[in-house]
């Protein structure tokens, strides 16, 4: 990369924030001057985005844990409300990365359902 963009990038340490937002995106490696295109859709991520370019222009990237538990306790919170296309929404993600949690209890669960 051109020594000239490279210096669009670098920031004083003394302008450092002393907190930035997080973005959490799993499953993804980001090197330094690395590009990364972000779909981003969610209204609250797309507002971090632009107060971020307002401001500081910074945003850490973060990997979640593993949240299957209270993914799972979501989709029966939601289909005990008859929102069934939530709820099974919430157990195709967890099944779709991890089919034998607990047993595979979010197989389980939408088989249930059906």
Do not use: C
């Not at 969610?42 to 990237?61: A, C, P, Q, T, W």
């Not at 299957?68 to 195709?92: C, I």
């Amino acid at each position: 990369m051109e020594d000239s963009i490279k210096n669009l990038f670098e920031v004083d340490p003394k302008k450092i924030p002393s907190s930035i937002p997080l973005f959490p995106l799993e499953n993804v490696l980001l090197l330094p001057f690395g590009k990364l295109p972000l779909n981003i859709f969610e209204e609250r991520y797309i507002n971090m985005v632009l107060d971020s370019l307002k401001f500081h222009r910074m945003i850490g990237i973060i990997q979640p844990k593993n949240n299957n538990k209270k993914r799972f306790e979501l989709a029966e919170k939601y289909l005990s409300l008859n929102e069934t296309e939530l709820g099974f929404n919430e157990l195709l993600i967890i099944f779709e990365k991890d089919p034998k949690w607990n047993d595979e209890a979010a197989k389980k669960k939408t088989f249930r359902i059906f």
